[in-house]
């Protein structure tokens, strides 16, 4: 396999062009900071309200995380139904998983406002089980969903095998409403749309400062009513949440494309996302062009503070799907590609301002494509009213923890987050006061 992002691969031919760095000190209403999902739909929010906006991003837009995702658009993303509600009651579990819905619902109607072609795919969603614990699992979502008000299937036996042709699964939930993209060449899209709507977008432009209104890179300035902060990988440099946010490292592949026979084999009825109920959990689904993106990773590699890019983690984790689906066998999978997805300490993104600077608002720690555009839409929200609403006690940034802070400086933030992460999957219980 060759390390090569196989998104990035899709981009060549593709339009718009790179969009120049900043050159000089300019102005505007509101300054997004970072081109991911997130500050994309941020700018799409502002842009479409009338207001004068910039967007800076150090790389290419949708060229950091974004741009490294596997595409899944679903509610489903590090904590299920079932550990919302038990985290949050029945009010906060819908909450959040409406905000999630609604993320979907903002992406699949900017595609079709905007003419944006990404492989947009309808694929129904299979959460896994395996063995007596994950078979439990996933009941124990199907019935959380039913308690919910939301429409899901408990699949067992011929009727797994019907969507997941594999002996491997002791049991299944299934539910519909979910999609699939190429999310880099949607990025490049709203980058697009952007530029239409008279958004001036600077690429290669890393923010190095911001002293009061004013947002410095290394060649020009922004001076903004308000800014917006959609970025991963926090510098110290912006040290109020650096310590909030940390990251998990995962790792994807794709195959060379499948014959339909192949793809039968797999996925009997019709192409589906996939996910099991491991801890570090795999997934895997069909893309337009017929390949198998798979991901995954290793409980060693999830929280280590180094970039891995040896392709070991990955082929076991190809090496095991093997095992599942024994048609693998024969396909060859031919670029893999690295990715650290940034998280908080409890799974749950933080979209708040900044208490020393109010107009200033942190996005940041989206995991999922969904919950990153609803993230960023929740933040323009706040720029343009300066009204908190139902979600913002959610997203605060000064949600109490396992391990605080005074903690975390003595064990780090791998043991740290890796702690905190398991409790708020398995064991945290809040109750968000309406």
């Not at 999609?179 to 060449?185: A, D, E, T």
């Not at 060859?332 to 650290?340: K, L, N, T, V």
Request: hydrophobic share 40%; proline share 4%.
């Amino acid at each position: 396999m060759i390390l090569q992002n196989w998104w990035y691969t899709t981009l060549l031919g593709s339009s718009p062009a790179f969009c120049p760095p900043l050159m000089k000190n300019i102005r505007c209403d509101i300054l997004v900071v970072g081109g991911g999902i997130a500050g994309l739909h941020a700018a799409l929010r502002l842009a479409e309200s009338g207001k004068d906006v910039v967007l800076l991003e150090k790389n290419i837009c949708g060229g950091s995380s974004t741009g490294k995702s596997a595409g899944f658009l679903t509610p489903d993303s590090e904590l299920e139904l079932e550990q919302l509600l038990r985290r949050f009651g029945p009010h906060g579990a819908t909450l959040l998983w409406t905000f999630a819905s609604d993320g979907i619902a903002h992406i699949t109607r900017a595609i079709k406002k905007y003419r944006i072609s990404c492989d947009l795919q309808k694929q129904d969603s299979i959460f896994l089980g395996i063995g007596r614990s994950g078979k439990n699992a996933v009941t124990r979502e199907n019935a959380t969903r039913a308690h919910c008000g939301l429409h899901s299937e408990l699949l067992i036996g011929s009727a797994l095998k019907k969507y997941c042709n594999s002996d491997a699964y002791t049991a299944a939930v299934h539910y519909d409403d979910t999609y699939s993209i190429n999310p880099l060449l949607y990025a490049q899209g709203i980058k697009r749309a952007l530029l239409s709507l008279g958004v001036r977008i600077f690429e290669g432009s890393q923010v190095e400062d911001i002293t009061g209104h004013v947002a410095k890179t290394h060649t020009g300035s922004v001076t903004a009513n308000h800014i917006i902060m959609c970025i991963d990988k926090i510098e110290k440099t912006f040290s109020l949440i650096s310590h909030k946010i940390y990251h998990a490292q995962t790792f994807l592949s794709v195959s060379e494309p499948l014959e339909r026979s192949d793809i039968k084999a797999i996925f009997p009825t019709k192409d589906v996302l996939c996910w099991d109920s491991k801890l570090v959990y795999t997934y895997y689904r069909i893309t337009r062009d017929k390949r198998l993106l798979v991901g995954g990773g290793s409980a060693l590699t999830t929280f280590t503070p180094f970039y891995v890019h040896s392709s070991r983690v990955i082929q076991h984790v190809i090496n095991d799907l093997r095992k599942k689906h024994p048609v693998l066998n024969h396909i060859e999978f031919i670029q893999y590609w690295p990715g650290h997805i940034d998280t908080t300490k409890d799974l749950l993104p933080i979209v708040d301002t900044a208490p020393y600077a109010p107009h200033v608002t942190f996005v940041a720690g989206c995991v999922g494509l969904p919950w990153a555009a609803a993230s960023g839409i929740q933040a323009a929200e706040r720029a343009l009213t300066s009204k908190k609403n139902e979600y913002t006690p959610y997203l605060s940034m000064n949600r109490t923890f396992l391990i605080p802070q005074s903690v975390q400086r003595v064990l780090g933030k791998p043991i740290s987050f890796a702690l905190n992460n398991a409790w708020s999957k398995y064991f945290q219980t809040d109750r968000i006061k309406r």
